[in-house]
């Protein structure tokens, strides 16, 4: 195996829905490779005719390492087809074994093109929304390591984006549950991220210029889970709610 088999078996394991094991048995590829595995995924997925969109953050709270084993920060790509309306539904079908996780996400303004810093990263943002996460592993009972979740675009599914809110609504500090059918199943809030999500700016940006990337301007950025990941269920509604920010839902058939 090599790059694009890993990528390509990937890609078909998604649209399968049927997990595999880890493709490292077959190709041990390390960090770098795995970053080159989930970059030729996302190019086979523009190849039938999905845009880009944005980035998420994986791993930049605790309760998501400990929950997952996994302790060191790690992103993947967004992309249209992977948007959900805010009020919307989704099918349990269109998946392997789905987990949903309240988030942070931020709206650019300005392409990011620079390493940000604290006192800068806000002047690239248009605005700042709650949001849904929901993830997918292609792996045999959400098990992988590092490399394995990165290959894998870090699990990235689906998402949920909420109403956005000009920056000044921003607070390092609100607190974040996730219901379902109203009744809180987690909770925590954001500075869980990376002890402040401004942080998960200023990170992602440094990680884009070492990769010789821009992110344009009017692309999702989603911080990371402020709480473990919990299991979906078909009839059942999930929201994310931010103190100061409102919610975001979705229904799953
Ligand atoms: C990897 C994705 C992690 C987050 O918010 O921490 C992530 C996984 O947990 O499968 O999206
Ligand atoms: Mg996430």
Redesign the pocket.
């Known amino acids: 195996m090599n790059i694009q088999t890993c990528a390509e078996q990937l890609h078909q394991t998604r649209l399968n829905k049927k997990e595999i094991s880890s493709l490292r048995t077959n190709f041990l590829f390390d960090l770098e490779q795995a970053y080159q595995i989930q970059e030729y995924g996302l190019h086979l997925r523009e190849q039938q005719g999905e845009k880009s969109i944005g980035v998420?953050?994986?791993?930049?709270?605790k309760a998501?390492m400990l929950?997952?084993g996994?302790n060191h920060l790690?992103w993947?790509g967004l992309t249209d087809a992977m948007q959900v309306q805010d009020g919307g539904s989704i099918n349990l079908n269109d998946f392997i074994h789905p987990?949903i996780?309240p988030?942070i996400g931020f709206l650019t303004k300005k392409d990011i093109n620079l390493t940000l810093n604290m006192t800068n990263c806000l002047d690239y943002i248009e605005g700042v929304f709650p949001a849904l996460?929901i993830?997918d592993?292609r792996y045999q009972a959400?098990k992988?390591s590092l490399e394995d979740?990165v290959a894998d675009n870090?699990?990235?599914a689906a998402f949920v984006m909420g109403q956005l809110y000009p920056t000044d609504h921003f607070e390092s500090n609100m607190g974040v549950l996730l219901k379902q059918d109203g009744h809180i199943i987690e909770s925590g809030t954001t500075a869980a991220i990376l002890g402040n999500p401004l942080q998960a700016l200023i990170q992602i940006s440094e990680l884009l210029q070492q990769r010789g990337k821009i992110l344009p301007a009017g692309s999702i950025i989603?911080a990371?889970?402020a709480t473990a990941?919990i299991p979906l269920h078909s009839g059942h509604h999930y929201q994310a709610e931010i103190n100061g920010l409102g919610s975001v839902s979705v229904s799953v058939n």
């Not at 998420?56 to 709270?61: E, N, Y």
Request: aromatic fraction near 10%.
């Open positions: 998420k953050l994986g791993f930049t709270s998501k929950q997952m996994v790690i993947g987990r996780e988030e996460e993830i592993s959400f992988f979740v870090t699990s990235s989603l990371g889970a990941a």
